[in-house]
């Protein structure tokens, strides 16, 4: 795939934006770089691989996903256009992926390896910084999760995973990818605690729902 049928989707992702176009294709002729393109189904990277490249998705739209101990599927995040997956991994001790990517349509990935990022925040200020900001705004983003699972309601969070299974699935009626143990998990509550709520929502009208099998009516 020519890098230049590419090169406004790069431009205007968040480590190239103050880098000018015609600089762009001066700097990937001097480093390694790949595009990948992925058919929908398709695995980016499995759970508990090592992380060796930085992505940067050009086109389309990847699941995060993650196994529970009992093999059950959950969803975690969807990813777009613009938005990478190994930033906060790429120079981690700890650098094995939390989860897996798999594409929820045809995707076109850019794919920098750990010696081109090198390369690149030796030349170019303005990438560094950038870089800096994107590990930084993961680091504000996974703080604010954890204070959601610390001070936010069960409710609250439980709604937060229902509107995005709603969003990925394109549905109001959801099909959950886990048990109601692991979502509780999840939360971190009993699972008596989630039970109690989702009857409570359901006297309230806010949704039906039967084993995994959950209508939002709210």
Known sequence: ???????????????????????????????????????????????????????????????????????????????????????????????????MSIAASDTVVFILSKESIMLLSEKNSDFTLALLQEVSNRASSMTEQLHSIAYKSIRHRLLEILNSESKIQNSRTIILPTSQKNIAEILGVQRQSLSRELNKMKKEGLLEYKNKTIILKY
């Open 1 to 99: 795939m020519k890098i230049s049928k590419y090169l406004d989707s790069i431009s205007s992702t968040a480590l190239f934006k103050t880098i000018p176009g015609e600089d762009i294709m001066e700097i990937l002729s001097r480093i390694p770089w790949s595009l990948s393109h992925y058919k929908k189904g398709q695995f980016l990277h499995h759970q508990g691989e090592v992380c060796t490249t930085l992505d940067i998705i050009l086109s389309g739209i990847i699941n995060m996903q993650s196994l529970d101990a009992e093999g059950n599927t959950l969803s975690i995040q969807q990813l777009h256009q613009g938005d990478m997956i190994g930033a906060g991994l790429l120079f981690a001790n700890n650098n094995q992926y939390p989860m």
